[in-house]
């Protein structure tokens, strides 16, 4: 099944700073999931988005990873059955730090502060579309979607197009 994106595997050197992907580990190996879509049709995912949202939910939730913090959108840091921050074990020095060195926030970006607090996303009609959530019902989809469970996966959902469910399961 084509799903126009590409799944890169690398082997990379760790770094223990506070906030580093890498930090804690011994060997780290860089996932990177990627897709194709035009960007002249908006109000639509692709149409295999769901393979990759899928691939995201069980790297993040499943197997712990650890997402790059410039390169993801915010359902991604703030996902309520895997907070990221929990992955992280010198996260909490990096709040000490932070209420030493910045302790009125100025340099704490809006994300940091969803994953310091660990504000779940807000939920509202297409928010998966958005990349906002992962959806929970199919309220959160595009229009032409449903949001559906993995078979293999029951606990992770992603949004489908609803004619694709019969042909692929």
């Known amino acids: 099944m084509?799903?126009?994106?590409?799944?890169?595997?690398?082997?990379?050197?760790?770094?223990?700073?506070?906030t580093a992907v890498t930090s804690g580990t011994k060997m780290p190996v860089y996932v990177e999931l990627t897709y194709a879509r035009s960007r002249k049709i908006t109000g639509a995912p692709a149409k295999y988005q769901f393979v990759m949202d899928l691939m995201e939910q069980i790297t993040l939730c499943k197997y712990k990873g650890r997402p790059h913090w410039g390169k993801n959108y915010d359902r991604t840091f703030t996902n309520p059955d895997c907070p990221v921050r929990d992955h992280l074990p010198n996260f909490d020095k990096q709040i000490e730090l932070q209420a030493k060195y910045d302790p009125k926030k100025i340099f704490e970006p809006l994300l940091m502060q969803s994953v310091i607090n660990r504000t779940p996303p807000a939920y509202s009609p297409k928010c998966d579309l958005h990349r906002t959530c992962f959806c929970k019902e199919g309220s959160h989809c595009a229009d032409g979607f449903e949001c559906v469970a993995s078979y293999a996966f029951p606990e992770y959902k992603v949004c489908k197009?609803?004619?694709?469910?019969?042909?692929?399961?």
Do not use: E, H, T
């Not at 084509?2 to 700073?17: A, H, L, M, S």
């Not at 197009?161 to 399961?169: E, M």
């Open 161 to 169: 197009p609803i004619g694709l469910r019969a042909k692929f399961g």
């Open 2 to 18: 084509p799903f126009g994106g590409y799944i890169f595997v690398r082997f990379g050197n760790r770094n223990d700073d506070n």
